[in-house]
């Protein structure tokens, strides 16, 4: 019908990750002069969709037609040569030089024995189209993240795509700010751009989109108009409610609930008052968490909700508010104090903020509690060996020989190893974050009796992950924040997926226990 | 790592072929960099014992064991400060202010007091670059190259006379005595190489310097109290370029303000020989050792065969890079298996 060839089409597109399907035959086509818009869940497969896009994943299988010839982008600056130019969510750019040098970063225009000539007026043109024409200049470090997000795109556009993807391009802006990127975007379809803007902000998508594609689990499950409600998205983005199905562990999480009851009011075992992060990510979250709980923290990716858990670790220190541990407060000084006064912290990101790769597995368990095993910082060898056996065999670390390097493990066993190094500090809390990220199914179950385990003998969890559904069968109690406001605090018998990703987008949780709050502290652009 | 490679793994069943415990440690040896340092210390000396009679000697052997004493020991601290990722480029400086000290110091009591003064005093400015690196966030290279400098200084002021000779004959007893054959300095040099691989390897402060070099993050975040371990770390590679310092005055029998600049650079050839690498936490101290030895062989090697002196530099820096591309093509090998 159109003449034009469609931008960019991709046709039963697959990738597995470790055996974990992020594309499950995903197709989608992006037609000339079109914004389409791009909304799902965390881990239903949005980031892979735009890696494959972008030339910085290989897909398994299927099929990329860009400009109506099929092709297959086998790198980042492939997809640059086909037109797609793409700005992620960190942006990749230079802070010690200038907007105008980055512009050019990688394409100088130089005269012969390589001295740089001054900015083309075209690439002056991209920095004027996104209202940076007088920041030229300036020096990107100086720069707002709006500004840099702005410069980011311009960047692209000076690659003159055919496509330009967004990947959540407002998630740090304010009200005001979106607003104006709003209109750039506006503006760079105008000259001939098609878009695919991926977020997780629905209040955006009328003024922006053309159209909107829903992803769930791996594919685009429905195509809509930018008028549909925001309800009708959120209903597509959720999915049919899921209830718990792991009747082993929910069977257990009653038992527990129970127990608890008929103990009578336990004394809380972690308390939070009125917690503040220092730079404005959370702001006034209370809770309490009693033992036996596995309490979920969940939200959407600027919800706050790493930096809630990471200040709860005592990697973070609040600018105000308490948090006290089986009544002694925390001063939030390191995950060192943190662990000296019960809480242990199994931190995500097990390649960069967990392993530490020149240690064997011995070494990793023992880690956290050599000093509580030290006399006079000698290491007691034998003690620490029947320690970490004992942790390697309760937590199944399957690990033929406890010398071997920790990084030789499969991703589960390392995670397990790591939730044995917690465990050695006999912690009666553990913060974990997203503990069964790459982790197979077999090791899933072990991480997810472990903390039964914990919570049946006195202590706490606190869980946060992507995994809504993951949350909902394991946890018995989730808290939701949405843009560092705790909404809502979800109690037993209203836990599942469906409810979790409702409250996330703060759609109407209709229930006793939801918090609702009038004067929220942040800019509001609903 | 080797507390537990003893112990059979708790986990009986895993079907995985499995090979003994002497096996997997006999391995791990034959992989380890070190077992390379080995080889070529072997090879060098089975090479010089057949290029020069004069080698194998007793009288010569003690020579050589003099000679790579004092780098030993510098290399044992440049490794604890490699090791949190950092490096201390102050020794010089430290070497010649703890020589100094020494000797003017000797002048008015026991040497043996002399020395202990040297060692807290140098001890003491690897605190201060600790303090400077780890709580006050400064570049290491930019704080400690400044240290040496200002320590050089500080040397040249207290020996206003040039190198000040010891009238004692008492101080130059630790370099010229021997216990048995063997020479007090060699022996000095073990009990600080023994110490500094019990410190690495039994105390729990040994484990949080590795891991603090592996990857300080995830150290932190796991309870390891980082910034305390980096400043101890410098402390420590003071104290021992303190001893080295001590062990070089004592072997002239005087206190220069700049005998410790080449020695320096002798010791980061030695430890990157010996298989430390820079910033990746691993190095052990039977690796630096060896690669001091090294260096001292093919030192002596020259003497012996009466090549132009200089020829040291140029082979010790072609095996600097040997020996670190040898580590990368391992290193390369190790993942393409995996």
Redesign the interface.
Known sequence: MTAAPPVLVLEEVAKSFSGVRALNDVSLRIERNECCALVGANGAGKSTLINVACGAVQPDSGVLIVGGEETSIRSPHMAIDLGIATVHQHNQLVPNLTAAENLSLGRENTKAAGLLRKPTAESLAALELVGLGDRADDLVEVMTLAERQLLAIARAVSLQPRLLILDEPTAALTPNETRYLVEVIERVRKAGTSLLYVTHRLQELEEVADRIAVMRDGRVVAERPPETPEAELVELIAGKGIVAHDEELVDRRRRRALDRRGTGSAEAILVAREVTDREGAFSDVSFELQPGEVLGVVGLPDAGVVQLVETL?G?RRPAKGTIEVAGVRLRGR???EA?RRGIG?L?GDRA?????????V??TV???S??RM?RI???P?RR??AQ???L??QCQ???????VPVV?LSGGNQQKALFA?VLA?EPRVVVCEDPTAGVDVAGRESIYGLVSELCESGGAVVWTGSDLREIATVCDRALVLWRGTLVADLQREELDERTLMLAQFRRNVTTSQSVTRQDHPRGEYV | MSELSNNRSPMAAVPRRQRGPVFRRLRGVAVAPESAVFVVLLLLSVGMAIGSPNFATEFNLQNVGRQTSALAVLCAGVLFVLLVGGIDLSIAGVIGLAAVVAARLAQSMPPTEAFLLAVLVATGIGLLNGLLIALGGLSPIVVTLAMGQALIGVALLLSPNGPIQVSNPAYGDLAAAKIGPVPTLVVAAVVCLVLAHLLLRRFSLGRYIYSVGGNEKAAWLAGVPTRPVKLTAYAIGGMFAGIAGILLSSRTGSGEATQGTTIMLEAYAAVFIGGVGFGTGRGTVVGVALGALVLGVIGNGIDLLGIDGNWQYIVSGGLIILAISLARVAETLKRRHA
């Open positions: 670790a990697a390191s995950p060192r662990a912290y931190a960069r903020r967990g392993v530490i790769p020149n240690a064997s011995a070494e023992a880690l956290s050599l000093s030290t910082g000698f290491i060898g620490v060996a970490g056996e004992r390697l065999a670390v399957n690990a033929a020989d406890p010398s030789a190094r500090t």
